[in-house]
């Protein structure tokens, strides 16, 4: 039944052929990584807890099984993985101290990049029908937290912005009808957060636009699709116009064609859900809604940048209307950038530019696929700090890991690409 909602890729790439560790540790390294996500952030849970400890150690196992079969030097990417590990446990051991952590980040973020950069080359066929099992789920799940009508679809859930986990029939509702939650206008799916699931999606958006080498609309783009307009999130649809026209101007025809008419199922998307949620509709795209969250995100950035941690701002619209906002930390991961000393983020900033240069000298000896998930990759790193200080987290590089395409073709040192 599933075979028959994927489309055939095996027409676009080659048959991946892995043995059943390598296959296990491909299929559960996303899984693992978005079930320690959701566990460590139910504190109050002793269980829910020791599984988020206990899938991220999984997920580090599965990283290094997928990395040291997939690429040559082997032995640097080990010490790399002792080094990861030494960092966290220094970081149990004295605490969250600015030179330690900036390690274990920077280990971190190597890491899980180049786990899923190997994923992306060399299994893109299970890597894409991961992708699409999640989202098969999630789709589902989303619409009944949108409805209000089932409350354990917000078990997983634990950012609930204060105002508890009360949930109101919404389908048909206009708008001032029902109370809006935030539990209900950006569901979070199997997530614990809104946020992380719209980085979620706009990952999986991108593999499902540059997977498919076709000017067709298949039947597996509907549930990914489906969850990116659900979550409701500027981010995402920001970044869904960003990577549209990137491929509309710069892709080839067919791949034009498919980006033009992923629009138009995106539009009859947005269509649908004002037609059943008006009242959400009219909410999260009402123009003081996109204000409210840009403004908060530039004096946030501002008050980093003066060294101050904003905890809170009155902003007032065109028509007059003042709106409280309370902030318990950064708001953006470009935030907790600007908060360090200025010698790092301009070092930052430096070494940056370095690797955009060597990105963009390297990028046309890639395949057509390898290049659009290569581009479209930038376009993620640099917009999903937007939205979220998650920079320490490893779903985060995970997701940015199709940036480092051009350096490990270009090097050759991938198992087999030669």
């Avoid at 999984?58 to 993985?81: M, P, Q, T």
């Avoid at 000298?361 to 999903?384: G, V």
């Amino acid at each position: 039944m599933l075979n028959s909602l994927l489309p055939p890729i095996e027409k676009y790439h080659d048959i991946d052929h892995v043995d059943f560790l390598e296959w296990l540790a491909v299929r559960l390294l996303l899984l693992s990584l978005i079930i320690s996500s959701v566990g460590n952030q139910h504190l109050d849970s002793q269980v829910g807890m020791f599984v988020g400890q206990l899938c991220g150690w999984f997920s580090l196992i599965f990283g290094l099984f997928i990395i040291l079969r997939s690429y040559k030097n082997y032995r640097l990417f080990f010490l790399l993985f002792c080094g990861l590990i030494a960092a966290r446990f220094f970081r149990v051991a004295v605490g969250d101290v600015m030179l330690f952590q900036s390690i274990y980040t920077i280990f971190l973020a190597l890491f899980y990049c180049y786990a899923s950069a190997a994923m992306i080359i060399k299994y893109p066929l299970i890597t894409i029908k991961t992708i699409r099992w999640i989202c098969y789920i999630s789709a589902p799940l989303m619409l009944l937290q949108a409805m209000g009508i089932a409350e354990w679809s917000h078990y997983l859930r634990t950012d609930d912005h204060g105002q508890g986990f009360v949930q109101y029939p919404a389908l048909f509702s206009d708008y001032g009808e029902i109370p809006l939650t935030t539990i209900q206008t950006r569901p979070s799916g199997i997530f614990h957060a809104n946020n992380l699931l719209s980085l979620f999606a706009v990952f999986a958006c991108v593999l499902q636009l540059a997977t498919i080498r076709d000017k067709h609309i298949f039947p597996s783009d509907i549930p990914v699709f489906l969850v990116a307009v659900l979550t409701m999130s500027k981010f995402v649809f920001v970044v869904l116009i960003l990577i549209f026209l990137r491929q509309i101007v710069f892709a080839g025809r067919s791949e034009k064609i498919r980006a033009f008419k992923l629009t138009l199922l995106v539009s009859f998307y947005i269509s649908a859900y004002a037609f059943l949620f008006p009242g959400f509709f009219e909410y999260n795209f009402s123009f003081q809604n996109y204000y409210l969250g840009i403004m908060i995100r530039l004096y946030d950035i501002l008050s980093a940048m003066d060294g101050i941690q904003m905890t809170g701002a009155l902003i007032t619209n065109a028509a007059g209307v003042a709106t409280l906002y309370e902030s318990t930390g950064a708001q953006s991961g470009y935030a907790i950038i600007f908060s360090l000393p200025k010698e790092i983020w301009l070092l930052i900033g430096i070494i940056g530019l370095f690797v955009a240069y060597k990105f963009l000298k390297r990028i046309n000896i890639l395949s057509p696929y390898h290049k659009d998930i290569a581009i479209l990759s930038m376009i993620l790193l640099f917009t999903m700090p937007v939205i979220t200080g998650f920079l320490t987290g490893p779903l985060f590089w995970f997701f940015s890991g199709g940036i480092l395409l051009p350096f490990i073709i270009s090097s050759k040192s991938i198992i087999g690409y030669e």
